[in-house]
T-cell receptor
Framework: GQSLEQPSEVTAVEGAIVQINCTYQ??????LSWYQQHDGGAPTFLSY????GLEETGRFSSFLSRSDSYGYLLLQELQMKDSASYFC??????????FGSGTRLLVRP | SQTIHQWPATLVQPVGSPLSLECTVE??????LYWYRQAAGRGLQLLFY??????ISSEVPQNLSASRPQDRQFILSSKKLLLSDSGFYLC????????????FGPGTRLTVL
């Protein structure tokens, strides 16, 4: 079967750094993506890793290790507006994205 | 620039009634189109995807169907709604080919009573 595992909830303090992990098991692999979704809103694309290593985009970074079927999203200098759900997603052997169940991040003052 | 529209934004329907949700994309040609459903506090479940007009792939057996009558129009339908059909329905598009970035519409919140 195909599955993505990520923690259901993470809490952190404003200004801190938080890491959201994702492990996957899929029939094919064409890259790991991360999406952000605020309550009541639509998911928005954050990052994409096709190769091993770290990709940095402003305060957000994403890491991939294909040999470990593992990746993470790193959020630095947390702000209150970062409180949202974060989904990892893997493109399998077709044109589909397989989404994880999401990690709810709560940023406290 | 590309935009994606969904309507209605919210919908309350009785059990057994029909459903039609519409999604349109502007500013791009021959996109891949997707319908997802999200239960409260849960992840995104892929329902249907389409790589071209009249080409629909179904991911889960259910009482829903999808159609793509035009290149940039994607419709989700049901003849008889069930209570379990309640949820947040999201339409998304991506460029043709194996791209990982999908662009989501604002969604339709459906409540079946």
């Amino acid at each position: 079967g195909q599955s993505l595992e990520q923690p259901s909830e993470v809490t952190a303090v404003e200004g801190a750094i938080v890491q959201i992990n994702c492990t996957y098991q899929t029939s094919g692999f064409y890259g790991l993506s991360w999406y952000q979704q605020h309550d009541g809103g639509a998911p928005t694309f954050l990052s994409y890793n096709a190769l091993d290593g770290l990709e940095e985009t402003g305060r957000f970074s994403s890491f991939l290790s294909r040999s470990d079927s593992y990746g993470y999203l790193l959020l630095q200098e947390l702000q209150m507006k970062d409180s949202a759900s974060y989904f990892c997603a893997v493109r399998d052997s077709s044109y589909k994205l397989i989404f994880g169940s999401g990690t709810r991040l709560l940023v406290r003052p | 620039s590309q935009t994606i529209h969904q309507w209605p934004a919210t919908l309350v329907q009785p059990v057994g009634s029909p459903l039609s949700l519409e999604c349109t994309v502007e500013g791009t040609s021959n996109p891949n189109l997707y319908w997802y459903r999200q239960a409260a506090g849960r992840g995104l479940q892929l329902l249907f995807y389409s790589v071209g007009i009249g080409q629909i792939s179904s991911e889960v057996p259910q009482n829903l169907s999808a159609s793509r009558p035009q290149d940039r129009q994607f419709i989700l339908s049901s003849k008889k709604l069930l209570l379990s059909d309640s949820g947040f329905y999201l339409c998304a598009w991506s460029l043709g080919g194996p791209y990982n970035e999908q662009f989501f519409g604002p969604g339709t919140r459906l409540t079946v009573l």
